[in-house]
């Protein structure tokens, strides 16, 4: 499903972590040094080049607390590589969010499919709907071009952490 859409997906992340088995060592490592091999991420990195190489993209917008967490930071370090891959990941201050955006993380497939993410306690993704209805794409659509506005680039966030240190 996350490689069959035709021009865009889009991601609204609204945790300040995501939980996995693939990105603990990492943020563990990450926190003690500062660095950390990111190897594990290169399927998706792939996936990303290849899309941009078709003329399709990947967007995102992460809507972060502050202080930042741990997690947040070791993100945004992160991030430079989905963004050297040709995706546009941009961030949104929690404080800042228009009033009435969804409380739940969900990915937007050319505006015509919609995959809401579930997440236990501990922040692991314990699957999607699918959402199809038309009215609801229509308002998922509109809170993507939202928080798109309001958010900054990577870049421009990352240089931000860094004079807050």
């Given at each position: 499903?996350?490689?069959?859409?035709q021009h865009?997906?889009?991601?609204?992340?609204?945790?300040?972590?995501?939980?996995s088995?693939?990105?603990?060592?990492?943020?563990?490592?990450?926190?003690e040094?500062?660095t950390?091999?990111?190897?594990?991420?290169?399927p998706?990195?792939?996936?990303?080049?290849?899309?941009?190489?078709?003329?399709?993209f990947?967007r995102?917008?992460?809507?972060v607390?502050l202080p930042?967490?741990?997690?947040t930071?070791?993100?945004?370090?992160?991030?430079?590589l989905?963004v050297?891959a040709?995706?546009?990941?941009?961030?949104?201050?929690?404080?800042q969010?228009?009033?009435?955006?969804?409380?739940?993380?969900y990915?937007?497939?050319?505006?015509?499919?919609?995959?809401r993410?579930?997440?236990?306690?501990?922040?692991?993704l314990?699957?999607?709907?699918?959402v199809t209805?038309p009215?609801?794409?229509v308002?998922?659509?509109?809170?993507r071009?939202?928080?798109?506005?309001?958010?900054?680039?990577?870049?421009d966030?990352?240089s931000?952490?860094l004079?807050?240190?």
């Amino acid at each position: 499903m996350f490689a069959n859409f035709q021009h865009t997906a889009y991601r609204l992340e609204l945790r300040d972590r995501y939980s996995s088995s693939d990105n603990q060592k990492p943020l563990r490592e990450w926190v003690e040094t500062g660095t950390t091999d990111m190897a594990w991420i290169d399927p998706w990195l792939a996936k990303v080049r290849a899309a941009a190489d078709e003329g399709r993209f990947y967007r995102r917008v992460r809507v972060v607390s502050l202080p930042p967490t741990d997690y947040t930071r070791y993100s945004t370090w992160a991030a430079r590589l989905n963004v050297e891959a040709g995706e546009d990941i941009r961030y949104l201050d929690r404080d800042q969010v228009p009033a009435g955006l969804p409380e739940f993380d969900y990915w937007l497939f050319d505006s015509r499919t919609a995959a809401r993410m579930h997440f236990d306690d501990e922040d692991v993704l314990l699957g999607f709907d699918l959402v199809t209805d038309p009215a609801e794409l229509v308002e998922l659509s509109y809170w993507r071009d939202a928080a798109w506005h309001h958010a900054i680039t990577r870049d421009d966030f990352a240089s931000q952490l860094l004079d807050q240190r």
